[in-house]
């Protein structure tokens, strides 16, 4: 039921799930969990955009599926709340005339340890 209601607009990301309930605008198995695009919503449909590897080349594929099969992606929640965090940041930066570098650092390696062995009782 949950899926009925949410309101897509075009631009968002959506997940496409197929629900084998619901036999109506079902996708073809292949789009069975890609992420796409939305470009159109129409009354009983909506339009995604997916990109499909065909021959070594990607391809942007068109289709429209039912709204049943489609969930709202949560691929870019992470970019989004660090732009809400990074904002403010950057505005008190500005104003007081510094750079300040906010992008997202790598995960470096642990620090090295010696591990001494125990001895071993039978």
Do not use: W
């Not at 159109?40 to 599926?65: D, E, L, P, S, T």
């Not at 008190?92 to 062995?117: F, H, T």
């Amino acid at each position: 039921m949950k899926n009925y209601l949410a309101t897509l607009k075009v631009g968002d990301y959506v997940d496409i799930k197929v629900d084998a309930s619901q036999h109506k605008g079902m996708p073809f198995k292949y789009y069975h969990g890609r992420t796409g695009k939305v470009f159109n919503v129409n009354k009983r449909a909506v339009g995604v955009i997916v990109n499909k590897i065909v021959g070594g080349r990607i391809m942007h594929k068109r289709i429209h599926v039912r709204s049943e099969h489609l969930r709202a992606s949560r691929c870019r929640e992470d970019f989004l709340n660090r732009v809400k965090t990074n904002d403010p940041i950057m505005r008190e930066a500005k104003k007081k005339g510094e750079k300040i570098d906010l992008r997202r650092k790598p995960i470096l390696p642990r620090v090295e340890e010696i591990v001494k062995p125990t001895q071993i009782v039978f």
